[in-house]
């Protein structure tokens, strides 16, 4: 079992940065592979990255591939999104996931738990 919550999300600038950090809670996290997706107005939830247990391999989808980078620290209990060269189009609820396995995965029925959400507003 493990919570989520979300943070960093605000209003910036195209070609700004912001960065994403989830807490988690629990003695456990070190066991869960944490992802980031993210859901537009009017559009379905959209994978971002993911990262293994332990950290090291990652994957981010192609749109934020050179832009994005998510990375954690498990001696805090945290993931982060770091976001450079934002766009317009990156606006959107970011939430935190977490996967109770091993495996890397883009779907998000492939995770159990989720945050609450992070908005981030990229204005032109």
């Known amino acids: 079992q493990v919570q989520l919550v979300e943070s960093g999300g605000g209003l910036v600038q195209a070609w700004g940065s912001l960065r994403l950090s989830c807490a988690a809670s629990g003695r456990t996290f070190r066991s869960y592979v944490m992802g980031w997706f993210r859901q537009a107005p009017g559009k379905e939830r959209e994978f971002v990255a993911t990262?293994?247990?332990?950290?090291?391999?990652?994957w981010h989808t192609d749109s934020v591939k050179g832009r994005f980078t998510i990375s954690r620290d498990n001696a805090k209990n945290t993931v982060y999104l770091q976001m450079n060269s934002l766009k317009p189009e990156d606006t959107a609820v970011y939430y935190c996931?977490?996967?109770?396995?091993?495996?890397?995965?883009?779907?998000?029925?492939?995770?159990?738990?989720w945050g609450q959400g992070t908005q981030v507003t990229v204005s032109s």
């Open positions: 990262i293994r247990r332990g950290g090291g391999e990652t």
């Open positions: 996931e977490a996967r109770a396995g091993a495996a890397l995965a883009r779907a998000a029925d492939r995770y159990d738990y």
